[in-house]
């Protein structure tokens, strides 16, 4: 009996720390929400009189936050004002959402020229995420809900992203994640998979034969904006029974020349690039968009 009370005492006192934790969090969230551009500058004071905060719990909440970059001390003055973090994450968040609004209408003509699903991938910390997919109409379907998580060295949609890493990138995701087996032909050695990133990056584009999940094949693209640096990847998936190994050359086409379309809405130039990586996958993306828009 002893040991039940202790256990009850102990996940009681659990709950109300996290109970503690949570409200925690939701006063400091609330604190960022008060500035706003009529009153881009706020004292603790000030802070407690639109909140109700204590003094003391304001003060305490504002110093976290500025120990994490969310706020800062205006210099001689008793004023804070939104630090470079909150700016930082709104310039993400920004990105992120212009990005899926202007890659949306490419993906769903890619989507109805290829007859397959489609999906737009970001790099997420060592992870890739699916950021929005276009699902197809036919009896076998492919979904991948925004939000889900992805390995970077596995499947066409992420390897794009990683290709396009830099290759100290390479080594702290692997060293992070590992390279785990999904299928028999998942790349789990890291040479081999470095050795493949860099195909990819002289070719423009990936190609994925079952890697992440038996019976689906994939090709992917990456997205650049206009300083060149990537941003996203668009890449084609569907059953094996419907994209052969022969379709791949016509598909990475498409994929390239969608791919490019999404880049140069977003300010892609391709003499950026160019000055950035030199003859590497970026002026092959140029290229094969060059050549079939001869065909």
Request: charge should be positive; proline fraction near 3%.
């Amino acid at each position: 009996m002893a040991v039940i009370k202790n256990l009850s005492h102990f996940e009681n006192t659990l709950s109300r720390m996290k109970n503690v934790i949570t409200q925690s969090l939701a006063n400091g969230l609330r604190i960022l929400l008060t500035f706003d551009s009529s009153s881009p500058l706020l004292t603790v004071h000030e802070i407690t009189e639109q909140l109700g905060y204590s003094q003391a719990t304001a003060y305490r909440l504002v110093r976290t936050l500025v120990e994490f970059g969310f706020l800062r001390q205006v210099t001689g003055r008793p004023q804070y004002a939104l630090g470079l973090e909150t700016v930082r994450l709104g310039l993400i968040g920004q990105e992120t959402l212009n990005l899926s609004e202007i890659a949306l209408p490419f993906m769903k003509e890619l989507s109805s020229r290829t007859c397959e699903a489609v999906l737009l991938t970001v790099v997420d910390g060592t992870q890739g995420m699916c950021l929005a997919n276009i699902e197809t109409e036919g009896p076998i379907r492919l979904s991948l809900k925004p939000g889900t998580s992805l390995p970077l060295h596995s499947g066409a949609s992420t390897k794009v992203l990683m290709a396009y890493l830099g290759e100290e990138d390479w080594d702290r995701i692997i060293k992070k994640e590992g390279l785990k087996r999904f299928t028999p032909n998942t790349i789990t050695q890291v040479e081999k998979l470095k050795v493949h990133l860099k195909e990819i990056r002289r070719k423009g584009y990936a190609v994925s034969d079952q890697e992440v999940d038996s019976g689906v094949r994939a090709v992917g693209a990456p997205i650049f904006d206009g300083s060149g640096k990537l941003v996203a990847g668009l890449s084609v998936a569907g059953p094996i029974h419907r994209i052969s190994k022969k379709r791949f050359r016509s598909l990475s086409q498409l994929v390239v020349q969608y791919a490019q379309k999404i880049s140069n809405a977003l300010g892609y130039s391709p003499k950026a690039i160019a000055a950035r990586n030199g003859e590497t996958g970026q002026n092959k993306i140029g290229r094969l968009y060059k050549e079939r828009r001869k065909r």
